[in-house]
């Protein structure tokens, strides 16, 4: 029902910043939860962000709270991820995600809860 596509992500020095977008096709957006999630080469799928469907609710990962910011225009079906002060333990692959029903708020933090996922976008971060 929906299509993910993120973009944004690239090579960026320890410090530095950097802006992922995630453009939502359909008429629905706003019906959907939506999330960020990231994989590092070796390890599972980490939570990083979640936003609710008016985007007055946000949720952060510990590893990143304070340095990320997630956002949503749900005029443009999209969703964004703010990273500053990166780290090189930020790298890895992001990807966008679009919930379906939620029953409560730990739901942000549960991969399986989101139905839809954007193929991901590099983000490499140097030392």
């Known amino acids: 029902q929906v299509q993910l596509v993120e973009s944004g992500g690239g090579l960026v020095q320890a410090g530095g910043s950097l802006r992922l977008s995630c453009t939502a096709s359909g008429r629905t957006f706003s019906s959907y939860a939506m999330g960020w999630f990231r994989q590092a080469p070796g390890k599972d799928l980490e939570f990083v962000a979640g936003?609710?469907?008016?985007?007055?609710?946000?949720y952060y990962a510990e590893s990143v709270k304070g340095r990320f910011t997630i956002s949503r225009d749900n005029a443009k079906n999209r969703v964004y991820l703010q990273m500053n002060s990166l780290k090189p333990e930020d790298t890895a692959v992001y990807y966008c995600a679009a919930g379906g029903t939620f029953f409560s708020a730990n739901d942000y933090y549960r991969s399986r809860a989101y139905g839809y996922w954007g193929q991901g976008t590099q983000v490499t971060v140097s030392s």
């Open positions: 936003i609710s469907r008016s985007g007055g609710s946000t």
